[in-house]
Structure formats: C-alpha cells, structure tokens
C-alpha cells in the first residue's frame, strides 16, 4: 500500500464524510417534507406524463427493501451498524485516486445512516417515492436506499475494472532485459 501523506488522508476521508452527510441530509429533508403533506396512502402524481412509472406516497416499512421480513426490523437496525463499521474499515483500504469508490462508499454509508435514524426514531423507515415497471414490479423506497443501490453499483464497477487492471498487469509479458 501506498503512503499518503497526513493532509491527502484528511482529504480522502473528508470525500466519505461529505458525501454520506449529502445523502443522509437530503434523505431526511425529503423524509421530512413527505411526512408533513401526505398521509399515510395517499398519492401524488409530480409529473403526470410519468403516472405509469413514477408517484410519490407515504408509506412505513418495518422490514427490508420491498417491505420484506416486517418483522425484522430490529435485525436491519444492527445491520445497519455493522455496514457503518464495515464501510469505515474497508474505506481505509481504498488505494490513492479512487475518487469514485470513496464517493460510493460515502453514498452507501449516508444511505445507511438515514434509514438507521428512521428505524431508531419511528420504529420503521420511511419510504415514499413509487417506482413501477407496469407488470413487472413496483416499489416503494426512499432516497437512501437509492443511494445505497447506485453506491453499491459504482462500487461494484470500480472494483471490477480495478480487477480487470490488476489482471491486465499480471498476464501482461515481461520485457526481456
């Protein structure tokens, strides 16, 4: 591993904070601005042209994505305390320069932190954006677990084409000397 000096630390680790305090502020303001104009059910169509596909409703999870295992919620309050910990001691091992992981990372872990806050707050998370696939699925979740999703998906790219480098390097023909 590559030492990096004290203030290119700081500022690797300022690039988690940032991004996980975004992610977990504008979850908890859309959190907050659903909580106080609808009510539990009602629907609103933003973009009428979208009806199909996109609305916005209130609605209370107890369990996973998709409103899964209800009746775990208190396992998905410790998950989201061993994510937190594990995203701090794998973010230590990001090498220099992977800008885009730690700002997945960052994603994932504000992600995280915004529904831990609803589970610990109201007992369930709150979710309100509707997403629809017209028979196919539909599903109701929130910013965070957005950021979770598309955190984990850059974090999966990354990583593939980090391993992909690494693969290139080690089968690349050594130059006779």
Request: aromatic share 10%; proline share 5%.
């Amino acid at each position: 591993m590559m030492l990096r000096s004290p203030t290119q630390r700081r500022r690797e680790w300022l690039i988690l904070i940032l991004s996980a305090a975004v992610v977990f502020l504008a979850d908890q303001a859309a959190k907050g601005l659903i909580l106080r104009t609808l009510t539990v059910g009602e629907i609103i169509t933003p973009l009428p042209f979208l009806e199909d596909f996109f609305r916005l409703t209130l609605s209370y999870n107890t369990g996973a994505a998709f409103g899964l295992l209800p009746q775990l919620g208190d396992i998905f309050l410790i998950i989201a305390v061993g994510m937190t910990v594990g995203v701090i001691l794998y973010y230590r091992r990001i090498p220099p320069g992977y800008w885009a992981a730690r700002i997945a990372l960052g994603m994932v872990l504000g992600g995280t932190l915004g529904n831990a806050l609803d589970r610990l707050r109201f007992g369930y998370v709150v979710d309100w954006v509707v997403l629809r696939l017209p028979g196919v699925i539909t599903n109701v979740s929130n910013f965070a677990d957005h950021a979770i999703v598309i955190g984990m998906a850059i974090l999966f790219i990354v990583l593939w084409r980090y391993e992909e480098r690494q693969k290139q390097t080690t089968d690349s023909p050594k130059n006779p000397s």
